[in-house]
């Protein structure tokens, strides 16, 4: 495909010629108190459930719920707040528009508003100073990127501002659709718990499948599609291959191509970021691709932004 990353010298986070009016800030406590939920609650989780779970065959109805809410919610994610709110790589009928924002609400990554406010400002400063979680923070090499890649993957969550919806998604603002949506955005993530709760309750009749389907089909599937996605920003930065030319480090990562439903053909991605097709060169596998392509079939996604020649 293309050649490995180049070097380039290291954003200077001390610098005030290379600070934005958006420079890092520590987040209001209430508003860190639920990143940190978010982020750990998943994982401590996992940790009280091996041992309960140890010796003890896993429930394929569990498997079966967690894989049907990983897949709708990642494509939520992918297709929606990604393609579509983001970058509008298609114009959808009106309620396709308000179910893939309602889906990946329930992914719990953050409002639709300010999802799209942060990924518009992501490619507006990409890997340079302003960018709110490049894995190049700090530098290009030993403990200086492994600092990167974690502030990048995770960090930034806890000590980076909120980029501005005024500045960079007016357009979801006067979306009167979207903004009922963010507001229902509590709901919305309590429910992606409580429906693989009720799910499981329903089909075992014991709260003990319930509880087993809100592990594996609620916290394991939320943290797994929270990372997938966080390592778009982290290692799709940092490792794998180019294959377009862009400004900065994006780098196309073929082992996390199903996981994230073909974002990880990162650098294709940032090269062209209206295209609704990111895996757009022979041999990359795009689910959200085919995905927005039976949309158009069914006549339910219009103006399409597929690759050129």
């Given at each position: 495909m ?11 986070a ?19 108190l639920?990143?940190?939920a978010?982020?750990?609650?998943p ?34 994610i992918?297709?929606g ?10 114009g ?45 923070r ?21 000590i980076s ?7 960079y998604a ?12 963010d507001?229902?955005?509590p709901?919305?993530?309590l ?9 499981g309750?329903?089909l075992?009749g ?8 809100l592990l594996w ?12 996605t966080?390592?778009?920003n982290s ?6 291959r180019?294959?377009?030319r ?8 073929w ?14 991605h ?8 990111h ?14 392509r039976?949309?158009e ?10 690759p050129?020649?």
């Amino acid at each position: 495909m293309g050649s490995l990353l180049v070097a380039r010298e290291p954003m200077d986070a001390a610098d005030p010629a290379q600070q934005t009016e958006e420079a890092p800030a520590v987040i209001h406590a209430s508003q860190k108190l639920v990143t940190v939920a978010i982020v750990t609650t998943p994982a401590i989780a996992l940790a009280i459930a091996v041992p309960w779970l140890w010796g003890h065959t896993v429930n394929l109805t569990d498997i079966v719920i967690a894989l049907v809410f990983y897949v709708m919610t990642g494509f939520g994610i992918s297709v929606g707040y990604h393609r579509l709110f983001t970058h509008r790589g298609f114009g959808p009928r009106r309620v396709l528009k308000i179910v893939l924002a309602v889906v990946g609400s329930m992914a719990v990554e953050g409002t639709v508003t300010s999802w799209v406010a942060t990924h518009r400002r992501h490619h507006m400063f990409s890997d340079h100073a302003g960018d709110p979680h490049s894995p190049h923070r700090y530098g290009d090499g030993g403990v200086a990127l492994l600092r990167g890649l974690a502030f990048s993957h995770v960090g930034w969550l806890f000590i980076s501002d909120t980029s501005s919806a005024e500045r960079y998604a007016p357009d979801m603002l006067r979306d009167r659709d979207l903004q009922r949506i963010d507001r229902l955005f509590p709901i919305l993530a309590l429910a992606s718990l409580a429906i693989p709760f009720g799910i499981g309750y329903a089909l075992s009749g014991t709260i003990v499948g319930a509880l087993t389907a809100l592990l594996w089909a609620g916290l394991v599937r939320m943290a797994l599609l929270h990372h997938v996605t966080w390592s778009v920003n982290s290692l799709c930065h940092t490792f794998g291959r180019r294959s377009d030319r862009s400004s900065d480090r994006s780098t196309n990562l073929w082992p996390l191509a199903v996981l994230s439903f073909g974002d990880s053909w990162h650098n294709v991605h940032h090269a062209h970021p209206t295209w609704a097709r990111h895996g757009a060169r022979r041999g990359m596998i795009d689910p959200s691709a085919w995905l927005i392509r039976r949309f158009e079939q069914l006549g339910w996604a219009t103006k399409v932004r597929w690759p050129t020649s």
